[in-house]
């Protein structure tokens, strides 16, 4: 009793901040949710309705809402495969026995990860400008023609993409650097000795003893990269033509924006339920291909 | 895990204690003024000779970003943390006025008078039949043109109604301007001063639904589009024109529609052998042979928070700004316009040409309906037109799709009215 009691005050000061500063403020965002809470109510409260379900209801009809939705899952299902892969890619390379100046390139490639990303974004909209940027420069001296990249609703997305892999790619691929290291060099010798070819021993030695650093990754990553907000925030503010808008830039548009803090608290508790499922589905996947084994 | 949480334990209770901080200050406390961009920056000097009549008034300027202030305004509100005066974009007069947020002013005691504003702008600062705010600068939207380009053409001046301004542009493209027509596809203020000119309002019913089925809006669409399906504009957004005044200058178009502090940026940009060779004209009506149509009622106001503890020193500033000297000393510093017609009347400004322009303009300036959600109509409008103009959406499609989601904006206004009415 006093033991158990005595557990209950030394962690009874963190439970404090877990429950003021989370707990609570969850609870009040889901009370929100119910509640049409908006610049009227803001003024008086007599103004504040019970609204059920209607906000998730009229979130789910709204065609913005699946409109951003595919963004994001088009930024998710491209950007995650391209980032890990882009990671690995990279840290193979500098675990390469080959390889020259090690230390060097591991900070180069780790760089844009400590940067700030509105700063970054800057100079990325000048390496984007259709008529002065960098990449327009390059393509033009391959002979095609100049790309929109921020202004056609077709390569809006595939540009946030782009700069969202540069800008997080460094810190997978420190964690794919520590992770291939702590493979055994043995397990290679005796694929050699076997007559493994290089591709070979990637695809039976590296891959499956990456496993669950993989999917740490991933699930890092997915989380992330669902949260997509700060780069068409600075970059496009959700244009061209809506083609940028993230599930998350619309909670913004909505609670901040135009202060309907009811339905912005809807579609935040719909991307949770989203990003549980998601990682879910993620972690049953990677337990299902571990069994057999 | 554990230093973020203490950071961020540490950076709540710091808010915490700002927000106490901020707190309206007694006797003794400046006047808390926001301004945002340039005015913030030229206030202090504007208000010197105030200061120096009045030692026991003290005043601190605190300056906001334009792109932040709407958010910052309403979180002051919430916050319990609102200025003692505030420059107020004046479409956003409805919105702070439906929170009550504001001290209706008595015009006759600062010494200003209705009949000395122009009428469109007036309005915009009234809600409920109240007067909310005071004029500070107006802004409208006219016309800039290459008068050389146009001559070129054998056009001698903008035209005054849509159809001649059609052919003029048909003119200028075979003199050899592709694209004649700047129509930035991201900016919603030239569509907006277009379809003001119409007869019918963008909201019918008070407010209470959208407007935009009306056929006077469709015509506007449909006039918008057509400038791009013809070439006369070209497809393109603010962000893919680097640089506007170089560009004009160039002669990658000979004309485009914008506001007065463009006057001062032309002037300073443009090199010497181009001087002289721009102008303004009112924007052209839709009514065949009209002398020019309506436009935009823009510009910022002062306003006072009804939770100021000092509003009669806060009116002592309003009255000071609202003199047509000082109003005189401000367009001075910023190139801003006057919203007096006695300050118009006094040299340097009477004498101005390109300034005239906009002064034929505003008479026939018109407000834009004051329901809150205002802002957020005004980005679907542009939004929906960009699509229309993008995908060959037709137009009548296109007019309902806009009214059907204005509709959804306002429902809670409706729920609102029909309350206030029911008791």
Redesign the interface.
Known sequence: MTRSLAGWVFVAPSLA?IGL?FVLPVAAGLALSFS?F???A???LR?L?FAGLDNYAHVLALPLFWKALGNTLYFVLVGVPLSIGLSLACALLLQSPLARCKPFFRTALFAPVVTTVVAVAVIWRYLF????GLLNAWLADLGLAPV?W??D?AWAMPSIILFSVWKGFGANMIIFVAALQAIPLELYEAARIDGAGRWRQFLDITLPMLGPTLLLVGVLTMTGYFQLFAEPYVMTQG????STVSVLYLMYEEG????NLGRASAVAFLLFVLMIVATRGLMHLARRTEEPQ | MLPRRRAFVTSAACAALGLAGCGRGGAGAPLRFWAMGREGEVLETLLAPLLREQPALRVRVEKLPWSAAHEKLLTAFAGDATPDIAQLGNTWIAELAALGALQPLDAGAMGLDAADHFDGIWRTNQAGGRLLGVPWYIDTRVMFYRRDLFERAGVATVPGDWPGLVQALDALQRSGVAHPLLLPLNEAEPLLALALQQEEPLLRDNGRYGNFRSAGFQRTLVFYIERFQRGHAPFLTNNQIANLWQEFGRGSFAAFISGPWNIGELDRRLPADLQGRWSTAPLPGPVPGSRHGASTAGGSSLVVFQRSRRRQEALQVLAFLGRPQTQLHFHALTGNLPPRRSTWALAPLAGERRAAAFLQQLELAKPTPAVPEWERILQEMQLQAARAQRYGTPVAEAAATLDARVDGFLTKRRWMLDRGAAA
């Open positions: 901040v500063f049409d908006d610049l009227y803001l003024a008086d103004n309705r400008h259709v008529r002065y929109d921020l202004g609703p244009g061209p033509l809506e901040f924006r135009w202060w």
